[in-house]
């Protein structure tokens, strides 16, 4: 994340200004007004963060935050002195689809505006060690801006700062809260994109309702198909010639695993099959055994 000027100037290379999750207001159009419109999730309870870069140096670093916007489902973003955007740029060039509406919609505005209409979230990658630092201390790490930003129901911005310079220690003494990404204390200023990205990321459970990835909920096998597997695997156990504790201990640990696993029904299905036919094999092995008067499966000694 990158830092702010003077005695706690974090600078980095490019886009520096490392964020953490933002805890940041949502705010909406009109100078820098914050409005429920266009900030309200898809169910229309919670209004969504805003984004708000303060004098970006590359309109490259505008078009990738525009993207990871996109990405995580946040449209309004606003622009504090920006360079110039022009639709043929760099900026468009790095905004992939955001391209098509984050960018065009961007709007300029003052700090001040954003001051005054938002509850703020301030990103760094330089923080006080201890409380006598006021405007760089506490500070809370991106995980733990979502859980409180989860109780939180205003207009709210996630304010990054300068490539190199990020936010200074003026600035951020009039924002709210201040956000920073754990990194390595040998280099923890993040390329400001960057910094964008890993904020929004963790932000999502409050801007996306449905991702792409498909639904990782199973259900459980039915009690008694799992029960008819464990009696199949008695079965198999007894079978193998196993001494009796042996067996007991083996059964017991095939039930302890069973029991943290949560096979699916197609799971449990697929084993009562394969040990049904293992099962059959080891009968008939002991019927032809019998037959013609050889030894049975050895049993354990």
Do not use: W
């Not at 505008?62 to 606003?78: C, H, Q, Y």
């Not at 709007?107 to 006080?128: K, Q, R």
């Not at 008694?224 to 059964?251: C, I, P």
Request: charged share 30%.
């Amino acid at each position: 994340m990158s830092g702010g000027e003077g005695s706690a100037t974090a600078t980095d290379e490019g886009s520096a200004t490392a964020t953490d999750e933002g805890s940041a207001t949502a705010t909406d159009e009109g100078s820098a007004t914050a409005t429920d419109e266009g900030s309200d999730d898809s169910g229309g309870g919670r209004r969504k963060p805003v984004v708000v870069v303060v004098e970006p140096e590359t309109p490259g670093n505008v078009g990738t935050i525009a993207r990871a916007m996109k990405n995580f489902g946040l449209s309004d973003l606003k622009l504090v002195d920006p360079p110039e955007i022009e639709e043929d740029g760099e900026a468009y060039g790095f905004a992939g689809h955001a391209r098509e509406d984050v960018l065009p919609n961007a709007e300029e505005v003052t700090f001040d505006e954003v001051v005054a209409n938002y509850h703020t979230v301030g990103t760094t990658a330089i923080t006080g060690e201890d409380g006598r630092s006021h405007e760089r201390f506490p500070f809370k790490t991106p995980v733990e801006l979502r859980e409180s930003l989860k109780t939180v129901d205003a207009p709210t911005a996630i304010v990054f700062g300068r490539e190199g310079r990020g936010l200074n220690n003026e600035e951020l003494s009039r924002l709210d809260e201040v956000c920073s990404i754990p990194a390595d204390d040998d280099y923890p200023v993040l390329n400001l994109g960057q910094a964008a990205t890993v904020l929004l990321y963790e932000l999502r459970d409050l801007t996306v309702d449905e991702t792409q990835l498909p639904d990782t909920e199973v259900t459980r096998a039915p009690e008694a198909d799992v029960e008819r597997f464990h009696e199949f695997f008695d079965e198999f156990l007894a079978a193998t010639g196993q001494r009796d504790h042996v067996r007991e201990k083996n059964a017991l640990l095939m039930r302890r695993l069973l029991g943290r696993a949560h096979p699916t029904e197609r799971e449990i299905h697929s084993l009562l099959g394969t040990f049904r036919k293992a099962n059959a094999k080891l009968e008939h092995a002991d019927h032809l055994a019998a037959k013609y008067d050889e030894p049975p499966y050895p049993t354990e000694q």
